[in-house]
């Protein structure tokens, strides 16, 4: 069984910067492709970046050069940088481990998730 617990949330204006981090435990870190989703109102969830067991990322389009995921092996936490922040930005956003994933930004795929963290961008 693996957890995952999301924080660093919050409200920023537009072209502001947000930090995420998402605790693993529970499992080997190393075996687990792990991922950066998201959903807004009335839409379905999205991926947003994913890390492959190799090391590898990818990204959405919409985020490209403007969020930056990256993994702490030692502490064992998943970390979103986001800058540029715009007002589309504004989702819930949920980390997700998954042992078998060949398609990185496939929701279906991912197998754990964790509870989401808000984030909010106005203008």
């Known amino acids: 069984q693996v957890q995952l617990v999301e924080s660093g949330g919050g409200s920023v204006q537009a072209g502001g910067s947000l930090r995420l981090s998402c605790v693993v435990s529970?499992?080997?870190?190393?075996?687990?492709?792990v991922g950066w989703f998201r959903q807004s109102q009335g839409k379905e969830r999205e991926g947003v970046a994913a890390?492959?067991?190799?090391?590898?990322?990818v990204y959405a389009d919409s985020v490209k050069d403007r969020f930056t995921i990256s993994q702490d092996n030692a502490k064992r936490t998943l970390d979103l940088q986001m800058n540029s922040l715009k007002p589309e930005d504004t989702a819930m956003y949920y980390c997700?481990?998954?042992?078998?994933?060949?398609?990185?930004?496939?929701?279906?795929?991912?197998?754990?998730w964790g509870q989401g963290t808000q984030v909010a961008v106005s203008l």
């Open positions: 890390l492959g067991k190799d090391g590898s990322t």
């Open positions: 997700a481990a998954g042992p078998f994933v060949s398609d990185r930004l496939n929701r279906r795929q991912y197998l754990y």
């Open positions: 529970g499992a080997l870190y190393s075996r687990y492709t």
